[in-house]
């Protein structure tokens, strides 16, 4: 089992639509969950950070995450053209050196 | 606000020339990383800095791999001997971690082996 899995699949939506991504992971030693943004041939930039379970809500963006069920989420509301880029799931465990795990991406495309 | 750079954006190189990446981490961070990403492909961890030693390295981070903290504010990989399969993006990470655990990530290198 991979350590942390990410569909893949291109994602289209019309401008203003909730956007809905998923990860889910095997490790439980993960504690720390981060949410990137990614735009083609640039660096990861963070979105959301979260710690153990629970919501983080920040402006439009809402990260989920549920321990039990080793499963993050994130929601764009009101999705806008310029969201349109490659999220990325990241996460880490709290002992040692924080190594990222990284989910392989969801290309999002708002469309105006 | 402080951000993680790196130089050059763009290296091309030939197999088996030896190459230098730069990174300069933001200026209070303590713990830096490198990752990599091919083409395509996941975000790859390569390996952990922290107090001028390596802390953690993958088993893609072979004899080839080595990085250097040279002065207070560069940190560099270098590899000696490139291959094809070495061509991908570089990302360099700093982390506070006195205060939290984010990790922010440089624009990345984007080497090409020829």
């Known amino acids: 089992q991979k350590e942390v899995e990410q569909d893949p699949g291109p994602l289209s939506v019309p401008e203003g639509a909730i956007v809905s991504l998923n990860c889910t992971y095997s490790n439980s030693a993960f504690q720390y969950f981060m949410w990137y943004r990614q735009y083609s041939r640039k660096g990861p930039e963070l979105l959301m950070y979260t710690y153990s379970s629970g919501n983080k809500e920040d402006g439009r963006f809402t990260a989920q995450v549920d321990k039990s069920s080793k499963y993050i989420s994130l929601f764009i509301r009101d999705s806008q053209p310029s969201d349109s880029a490659t999220y990325l799931c990241?996460?880490?465990?709290?002992?040692?050196?924080?190594?990222?795990?990284f989910g392989k991406g969801n290309q999002v495309v708002v469309i105006p | 606000e402080p951000e993680v750079t790196q130089t050059p954006s763009h290296q091309v190189t030939q197999m088996g020339q030896e190459v230098i990446l730069r990174c300069v981490p933001i200026?209070?961070?303590?713990?830096f990383y490198w990752y990599r990403q091919i083409l395509g492909q996941k975000v790859e961890f390569l390996v952990s800095f922290y107090n001028n030693e390596i802390s953690e390295k993958s088993e893609i981070f072979d004899d080839q791999f080595s990085v250097e903290r040279p002065d207070g504010s560069n940190f560099t990989l270098k590899i000696r001997s490139t291959k094809l399969e070495d061509s991908a993006m570089y990302f360099c990470a700093s982390q506070d971690r006195l205060v939290s655990y984010e990790q922010y990530f440089g624009p990345g290198t984007r080497l090409t082996v020829t």
């Open positions: 990241a996460m880490s465990a709290i002992y040692g050196n924080n190594r990222l795990a």
């Open positions: 200026s209070n961070h303590l713990y």
